[in-house]
């Protein structure tokens, strides 16, 4: 089957540094995708990976490893406002393969 | 320039009634997939349409149908409510058929209740 396996809860500080990892097994894979999504609110698009490697905007970077089934997302300078589920997703037959999310929880 | 635009933002149905959500995509964008979210789960694809046709299907049952009209807004149309469908349905857009490399715009969705 298709599937992606991320954390269901990430807490950190305001300021810091957080990572977010995501595994997948899915068929036709074509890179792999990350949203933000608050609560009553729509995903939001933040990054794609379809080569191995890092990609960064700002204080958000994504990294994608082909050969280990593997990506992750980096939050830098952690700002109150970054409270959300964070998505990882991968297109398959044109359509997106979404992770169950994981909520980030960001103290003060 | 709009974004996607669902309506309505909520509804409560009775189990067994039928429904149907509406969906204006991104302007510029030709193409529109619908979603469904349960609470604290990643959404599932429900279907696609693009030249007013359905492209891909997801695994769900014929109970939910949709349409594209010319001016690329969608529908979605679901049937026989069951206390299941309950959800956040969200509507994607994105232009051409394909792996949308930048992203889908997402509206806010149609949070839909059924008692």
């Known amino acids: 089957g298709q599937s992606l396996e991320q954390p269901s809860e990430v807490t950190a500080v305001e300021g810091a540094i957080v990572q977010i990892n995501c595994t997948y097994q899915?068929?036709?894979?074509?890179?792999l995708s990350w949203y933000q999504q608050h609560d009553g609110g729509a995903p939001t698009f933040l990054s794609y990976?379809?080569l191995d490697g890092l990609e960064e905007t700002g204080r958000f970077s994504s990294f994608l490893s082909r050969s280990d089934s593997y990506g992750y997302l980096l939050l830098q300078e952690l700002q109150m406002k970054d409270s959300a589920s964070y998505f990882c997703?991968?297109?398959?037959?044109?359509?997106?393969?979404w992770g169950a999310g994981t909520k980030l929880i960001i103290k003060p | 320039d709009a974004g996607v635009t669902q309506s309505p933002t909520h509804l409560i149905k009775t189990r067994g009634q039928q429904v149907t959500l509406r969906c204006s995509p991104k302007?510029?964008?030709?193409?529109v997939s619908w979603y469904q979210q349960a609470l604290g789960q990643g959404p599932q694809f429900i279907f696609q349409?693009?030249?007013?046709?359905?492209?891909q299907r997801g695994n769900f049952p014929d109970r939910f149908s949709g349409h594209q009209f010319p001016n690329y807004s969608s529908e979605l149309n679901v049937n026989a409510l069951l206390l299941g469908d309950s959800a956040l349905y969200l509507c994607?857009?994105?232009?051409?058929?394909?792996?949308?490399?930048?992203?889908?715009?997402f509206g806010s969705g149609t949070r839909l209740t059924v008692v």
């Open positions: 899915t068929s036709g894979f074509y890179g």
């Open positions: 997703a991968c297109f398959s037959n044109y359509q997106l393969i």
């Open positions: 349409y693009y030249e007013e046709e359905e492209r």
């Open positions: 302007s510029g964008h030709d193409t």
């Open positions: 994607a857009s994105s232009s051409g058929v394909g792996r949308a490399t930048y992203g889908y715009t």
């Open positions: 990976n379809a």
